[in-house]
């Protein structure tokens, strides 16, 4: 059984940085393709970045938040990291990491970490 956990979020005023943590338990995060998704209200859930297994050498953003966030991993802690910068209010959303596709871990989904983005 595959436990993901998500953290970092909170409330930001637009502009403002949040860096969003993943770690899960029950399997080793580097072997598989990861990816950070965020579902607003009354939306799908989206893929909004994604990595490359092992070192994390590839890594791909959705337009609107291309430039402004950054994927990254640290395999030696087993952790996945997002940094979101410039953030804006159409950002909030409550963000979940998971494999991308998530495909056999589609039932793994962790309780995610809210993000408000809010003057």
């Known amino acids: 059984q595959v436990r993901l956990v998500e953290s970092g979020g909170g409330l930001v005023q637009p502009g403002g940085s949040l860096r969003l943590s993943c770690t899960a338990s029950?399997?080793?995060?580097?072997?598989?393709?990861m990816g950070w998704y965020r579902q607003a209200p009354g939306k799908q859930r989206e893929l909004v970045a994604g990595?490359?297994?092992?070192?994390?050498?590839?890594?791909n953003y959705v337009g609107s938040v291309r430039g402004r966030f950054t994927i990254s991993r640290d395999n030696a802690k087993n952790m996945m990291y997002l940094q979101m910068n410039s953030l804006k209010p159409e950002d909030t959303a409550v963000y979940y990491c998971?494999?991308?596709?998530?495909?056999?871990?589609?039932?793994?989904w962790g309780q995610g970490t809210q993000v408000i983005v809010s003057s």
């Open positions: 990595i490359s297994g092992g070192g994390g050498t590839y890594t």
């Open positions: 998971n494999k991308n596709p998530p495909r056999d871990w589609g039932t793994y």
């Open positions: 029950g399997s080793i995060l580097s072997n598989y393709n």
